[in-house]
């Protein structure tokens, strides 16, 4: 079983690079896929908090080959949290809503799949069906509140400062847009 847990989390690794790699009909010298070009994806919060879900389940996969301790339930915790947020967020408000940027699941965007509905998911039965729990408290797990906020503030911020086609990364944090 534990070697099975470390290829799940190895594959939900290669998923996130996949996801936020992927450009459709994209040759090696494709811009987007440049460090410029990736940077550009890097405003949103899906891109984010999926880079640190696999940022987090890699340490936890090398310690695992390595019969360490990986990373702690509270940052794992954290991380899965993240992502969850992305998979509710775009799956309540985001596809719903419509919008060039909505497309329903399993509708030929492998990336979008990837990164709003398959790893948050996995990431998800991974915390409930296998992390230990218990170990952490509300008041503690309280903080990870800080980075969404601290991202909605970010991404307001910046869409007031940059003049560029994509100002603000979602349309509910556009104050045009909500009033």
Do not use: C
Request: proline letters at 7%; hydrophobic letters at 55%; glycine letters at 8%.
């Amino acid at each position: 079983m534990r070697h099975l847990l470390t290829a799940l989390r190895a594959l939900v690794v290669v998923l996130v690079v996949l996801g936020v790699l992927w450009v459709p009909a994209a040759g090696w010298d494709d811009p987007r896929l440049t460090p410029a070009g990736i940077g550009t994806k890097l405003v949103y919060f899906t891109i984010q908090s999926n880079l640190l879900l696999a940022a987090v389940l890699a340490v936890d996969v090398v310690a695992r080959l390595r019969s360490r301790a990986g990373p702690s339930p509270w940052l794992v915790g954290g991380a899965t949290f993240f992502v969850t947020i992305t998979g509710v967020v775009y799956n309540t408000l985001l596809v719903p809503g419509g919008g060039p940027e909505a497309v329903l699941l399993l509708a030929g965007r492998p990336s979008s799949d990837l990164l709003h509905a398959v790893v948050p998911a996995l990431a998800l039965l991974d915390w409930v069906l296998f992390r230990p729990h218990g170990v952490l408290s509300v008041r503690r797990s309280l903080v990870w509140l800080v980075y969404p906020f601290a991202y909605s503030v970010f991404a307001i911020v910046r869409g007031g400062l940059v003049d560029s086609s994509v100002r603000y990364p979602y349309w509910f944090l556009d104050p045009t847009e909500i009033g």
